[in-house]
């Protein structure tokens, strides 16, 4: 029993024994094989660099290996390993793929450096062009055009020459790109590069085709005679193109037909171009946003206004792809919607504001909302946008002012629930909400879409007068929103109660007037001036009766308010209180009797633009004060300035181009250059006479060509007044400055004599849009009123002293706008010289009722 | 790890700044993929079979597919998983809703096969991005997705699906309550109730809750379901619930939090306008997520899946999901 119990023991012993030992080579194994994880290599090949050059020199595959993944892992981190350079090169010829791979990524790295080392390893380039494996041969020519060293610019340039015939597409391809980066290293290589991208356009085989269009843009993107024989081809094969593909063909062809097919005007359009566009559609069903966008740019651009609403489907679908790429596609919503707005009101919920979004997509999609309002959606989105005012973002509630002022402007049923909504924003406690509340109101009750709604629920008066006890409440502050009452209770006056309560409110201004901001100080004085001017010059007018009860306090607070001015902090305020007292003179200043009516004229003036200016100066955030129209798609659109290599749209030329033989379809006759024809019967013909047959149609497989039948529906467009639209879109598109600037149409209010009214020619002087509609105006002043428009834009930064004082012409009575105006607010952009020119006339013109 | 090959495969991708490639299986062609197994193999033998194996790139017309593939198992496996984007105000009410999915697939199959995949109601799906296998044609003439896989897993088509007229089924009601006690204590109540999820449970059932940067003292209750209260940034409140069947009653969740003095002066700061939504005192929003399996919301099925061309038996598998997409709760 001992015996055995002894046995066990010794043989347990062994086992312990035994598993230890094994163990621990496991764990030995393990080390060792820990060592070996690329990981290590890369955390610490700083420290074992000195190994490198031994196992490079070493016979083993193995050791080389590991030598190069420590050296490109020191790379990586940001270590200098040119040192290496001469051992490295010394295996350019290495037998191991992956090894040479990995030199190759070092060599390109330090090859500008060592140039002269660089050059000994071209022979093995050489060599290897010529293997017989398609991929070693592409990889070669790859890394040795990659070389951006001159001096073997000759030999790549054989290269690609030699294996721009190639049998194989992969290495074709590899020659294409070749070609961009040898045009990149030595311009002076252009003539001989065109000679190959010429022959390099006959290629055949989709996979390769993307980057000949490639190598032709860089090398010579207006060469279009050289795209007219490849025209049709390439417009079929667009769809089997690998993916970054059909981006270069799309931008490439969209240039092309710029210059190529006459603007799309009639109902007809030339074969090609609708072809060029039938090709492209699908390619909005790509899973790849690129191509989606580029797709949309060539509509956008190319395609008459009947077809556009097809990119509005995938434009939305793009927005899902991510936080970067849902900002880049809101940006060309934007622009796509300033232009045709209704075809993205569908999806009017896809731009709802999600807590999720962060604030730069916020923003863009409260301007969507705002451009893309339509009566059918108008009472959703109040609903949805009410909610806005009370977020508690603060950007989205001042957003939503925005959106509500376009909302009450272009629908006139939502007028009421939308200034309701901004009158409820007052309320609001941040001054940012509120001010940009009160800028809506103002521009609502200014523009007159408002007054429409007096009878109903509360008159004018009664919103002033709400207004004005607004200015008691404690949480009204925001300097701009008080600015804004006052300068619309000045806005207002004529009437009797508007004067009154004009009186009122500057009484208790100039009682704080040290409490106010320096814009409501600067609209209290003008307000004074104002007064001072109605009750000096309205001898019989029906306030005049009521002016001569105030006669005496006006003058005493009037003397008081422009004494306080004079020794204010701001220099803003005292400039403006010394401009004021000029025109309107106290009671001890010089008088220029004889000059008055024409000063009289002038101030008021200045009151109008004193209006306008307000609400300007604390950021109208709503409105983007984009200028220029980048190509729809491109980068520079995206961060809303050129970049470096942006080119724009070529325009659509001036007269029609003459037709060219446009090459044959795969696989039928050549029908000869493209004649205009209708589009329908564009689209029937075509299918009759170009069975196409799309490579989609896997060759090999199922064998057979598919007919391509399945065109995309084109409805004729309906009528040249479609097409008119277009042409302001398309030419817009690389106009500058002047017509993407949103339009700000003003309203001037002349006065004018009914006798005179020859003299109303002027106020249509200068530009043609202006009309002078002679409306008759409401106010209690009998003069007539001649209404013309003029869309100038207000320079307006903080104060208006550096402004001309001719800037607009308002007059104090209610404005009457012309129906149906849509202003926005004045938006930034100054075109200050031509506004100079244009007001001149009228004031000549209506000195004289004054006198 | 592994940094080498990612160097190996951008400089296919991107040549002289330009996208080249991007596709996978080209990729796999050009450039070998590591394996635990050939990096053992390589370890015990010393040598590296990777070497002997000559990288060769698909030159036909069908980029994604190489020739003589060969499986032993002959399988096709479709995911249908859908997601619903939705913004649900404070008393249930939808604010916005969308319902996208995407078709993806894993292939097994030999040699160069032609499938066609029908689905009962393609006609709901009203925008459809596909993988560059899809014959374009023959979907716009039959509505019917025909296509030579890929080899392995791939997406093979995502939609959109029209929502305009369908009613708007949601998996689960949410509701919430938010009120304010005293001056600084908040109270959030988030209900959650089974909806419409054909008869299924909804599972993994998330709900987020950022709380304000000045937000402490916070306390969380539940009846069902597990919390957690994170601090990294800002405060936030997590709840996860596993399971929900159609028939069990709703869960709550209950928070309540103070709300620093210091954060009213903070507000009035002029950096009100910064985007963090940690800057305002009160929390925005409840952010859902959750899983409804084999249930598809917009019922798109697989009516057939039919193989052209190869002649073997053919195992096919589907399998639908609906998921919350991005899914809020707004307070």
């Known amino acids: 029993m001992a015996e055995y119990l002894s046995k066990a023991m010794a043989l347990a012993q062994d086992a312990a024994k035994l598993s230890m030992r094994f163990s621990e080579g496991l764990v030995d194994n393990a080390l060792e094989f820990g060592l070996d994880t690329p990981g290590s290599f890369y955390d610490n090949a700083e420290y074992k660099l000195a190994l490198v050059r031994k196992e490079l020199g070493s016979g083993s595959d193995k050791d080389k290996l590991v030598a190069m993944k420590r050296l490109l892992a020191a790379v990586a981190k940001g270590y200098d390993a040119s040192e290496y350079f001469a051992d490295v090169v010394k295996n350019v010829a290495s037998g191991n793929l992956e090894v040479r791979r990995l030199v190759y990524i070092y060599l390109l790295r330090y090859a500008e450096q060592e140039q002269d080392l660089a050059l000994l390893s071209v022979n093995t380039f050489q060599r290897d062009l010529g293997d017989s494996n398609q991929v070693i041969r592409a990889m070669a020519l790859r890394v040795m055009s990659s070389i951006r060293v001159p001096v073997i610019s000759p030999i790549v340039v054989l290269a690609v020459r030699k294996l721009a015939l190639d049998r194989s597409p992969h290495v074709r391809k590899t020659a294409a790109l070749a070609v961009t980066k040898l045009i990149r290293l030595d311009a002076g290589l252009r003539e001989e590069l065109v000679e190959i991208v010429e022959t390099m356009l006959r290629e055949n085989s989709p996979l390769a085709v993307g980057s000949v269009i490639r190598a032709f843009c860089a090398v010579c993107p207006t ?37 190529q097919f006459a603007k799309p005007v009639s109902d007809s359009l030339d074969a090609d171009h609708a072809l060029l566009l039938r090709s492209i559609q699908p390619l909005m069903q790509s899973r790849n946003s690129a191509v ?30 991510g936080r970067e790429s849902a900002y880049a596609v809101l940006t060309n919503i934007q622009q796509i919607a300033r232009r045709s707005p209704a075809m993205f009101s569908p999806y009017v919920r896809s731009f709802y504001v999600a807590a999720s979004d962060p604030p730069f997509t916020r923003r863009l999609k409260l301007q969507i909302l705002a451009a893309i309002v339509s009566s059918k959606t108008v009472s959703m989105m109040v609903a949805e946008v009410a909610g806005y005012t009370q977020s508690l973002l603060t950007d989205v509630a001042v957003g939503a002012a925005g959106v509500l002022l376009a909302c009450a402007r272009s629908v006139r049923e939502s007028v009421m629930d939308c200034f309701t909504s901004l009158l409820l924003m007052l309320d609001d406690a941040r001054p940012e909400v509120s001010s940009a509340a009160m800028r809506a109101v103002r521009a609502l009750l ?3 879409t408002v007054r429409d709604l007096q009878d109903r629920t509360m008159t004018l008066y009664d919103i002033i007068c709400y207004l004005v006890r607004k200015m008691d409440s404690d949480k009204f502050k925001d300097d701009g929103a008080r600015a804004c009452v006052v300068g619309l209770v000045c806005a207002f006056m004529q009437s009797k109660f508007g004067c009154l ?20 100080k600067m609209q209290l004085l003008e307000l004074g001036a104002c007064l001072m001017l109605v009750h000096r010059t309205q001898e019989d007018g029906p306030l005049a009766k009521m002016m001569e009860e105030y006669s005496e306090k006006l003058g005493d607070i009037h003397t008081y308010l422009f004494t306080l001015a004079r020794y204010d902090v701001d220099f803003d305020v005292r400039d403006r209180a010394r401009m004021l007292r000029a025109l309107c003179p106290l009671p001890g200043d010089e008088a220029h009797s004889e000059q008055m009516p024409r000063v009289l004229e002038i101030s008021r003036e200045i009151m109008a633009t004193g209006i306008d200016s307000l609400g300007q100066t604390s950021g109208g955030g709503s409105q983007s004060s984009q200028t220029t129209a980048f190509t729809i798609g491109s980068l520079s659109l995206t961060v809303d300035r050129p970049m470096s290599e942006y080119a724009p749209l070529p325009e659509w030329p001036a007269v029609k181009p003459p037709s060219v033989d446009r090459g044959a379809l795969p696989g039928t006759r050549n029908v000869g ?9 564009v689209i029937t013909s075509q299918q009759q006479n170009y069975p196409m047959s799309r490579a989609i149609n896997i060759a090999g497989i199922s064998g057979r060509a598919q007919p391509y039948s399945s065109g995309p529906e084109y409805s004729t467009p309906r009528s040249a007044a479609d097409h008119d639209d277009l042409d302001a879109f398309l030419n817009s598109a690389d106009d500058s400055a002047g017509r993407v600037v949103h339009q700000t149409p003003r309203t001037a209010v002349v006065f004018q004599q009914p006798a005179e009214s020859s003299d109303s020619d002027i106020s249509s002087s200068e530009e043609s849009e202006s009309e002078s509609s002679g409306l008759e105006s409401s106010a209690s002043s009998e003069e007539r009123h001649s209404v013309s428009e003029e869309s100038d834009e207000d320079a307006s930064e903080g104060s208006d002293d550096e402004r001309s004082p001719f800037a607009g012409v308002r007059s104090n009575s209610q404005p009457v706008l012309p129906s149906g105006s849509s202003a926005g607010y004045p938006s930034f952009n100054g075109r200050r010289g031509s506004e100079d020119e244009q007001v001149q006339p009228l004031m000549d013109g209506t000195s004289q009722h004054w006198q | 790890e592994n940094f080498t090959t990612v160097y190996q495969l951008l400089s296919e991708m991107v040549d002289s700044g330009s996208a080249v490639t991007t596709d996978t299986s080209v990729l ?34 069908t980029p994604w ?28 009410s939808v604010v916005s809703y969308d319902v996208s999915g995407d078709i993806s697939c894993k292939s097994r199959l030999t040699g160069m096969p032609e499938l066609l995949l029908v689905l009962n109601r393609a006609e709901a799906m009203d925008d459809v991005a596909f993988h560059p296998c899809v014959r374009a044609n023959k979907w716009q003439a039959e ?25 708007r089924l949601l998996p689960l009601h949410l509701h919430a309550t938010v009120s304010r006690q005293q001056d600084q204590s908040h109270i959030i109540e988030i209900a959650a109730d089974a909806g419409q999820s054909g008869k299924r449970p909804v599972e993994k059932i998330q709900v987020r809750v950022p709380l304000p940067a000045q937000a402490y003292n916070i306390r969380v209750q539940c009846k069902a379901g597990t919390h957690t209260v994170s601090n990294v940034r800002s405060p936030q409140v997590e709840w996860s619930l596993k399971s929900l069947g159609p028939t069990e009653r709703g869960a709550r969740l209950t928070i309540q939090y103070l709300v620093r003095a210091s954060s009213a002066t903070a507000a009035s700061a002029p950096q009100v306008l910064s985007p963090s939504p940690g800057s305002n005192q009160s929390a925005l929003a409840a952010f859902v997520d959750f899983e409804v399996a084999g249930y598809s919301v917009s019922s798109i099925k697989v009516d057939s899946l039919k193989m052209l061309v190869e002649s073997y038996k053919l195992f096919k598998g589907v399998r639908y999901v609906t998921k919350a997409g991005s899914f809020q709760l707004r307070f």
């Open chain 2, 143 to 167: 509505r019917v997705i025909g296509f030579v896989p890929p080899d392995g897993q791939f997406k093979l088509a995502s939609f959109h699906v029209a929502t305009d007229a369908a009613p």
């Open chain 1, 673 to 681: 250059g493209g004649g205009s024809v209708e589009v329908s019967s």
């Open chain 1, 292 to 321: 989606v966008m580029s797709a949309v740019s060539a509509f956008c651009h190319l395609a008459p206004q009947t077809l556009l609403p097809v990119v509005a489907r995938p434009l939305v679908r793009l927005l899902k792809a």
């Open chain 1, 501 to 520: 309560h004009a009186l009122e409110v500057l009484r208790r201004g100039t009682r704080s007037f040290k409490e106010e901001g320096a814009q409501t």
């Open chain 2, 28 to 61: 796999r062609g050009l450039v070998p993929v590591p394996s635990l197994v050939d990096r053992v193999i390589e370890n015990v033998s010393g040598i590296g079979i990777r070497s002997e194996k000559r990288p060769d790139v698909n030159t036909s017309s």
């Open chain 1, 223 to 259: 060469r279009y005679d050289m795209v007219h024989g490849q025209f049709r081809r390439w417009c079929v094969m667009l769809a089997d193109l690998d993916e970054w593909g059909q981006v270069e063909l799309v931008k490439l062809l969209m240039a092309y037909a710029r210059t």
């Open chain 1, 446 to 448: 200014l523009d007159g």
């Open chain 2, 65 to 92: 597919r190489s020739q003589g593939i060969r499986h032993a198992n002959n399988e096709f496996f479709v995911d249908i998983v859908e997601r619903i984007d939705a913004i649900v105000g404070a008393d249930g």
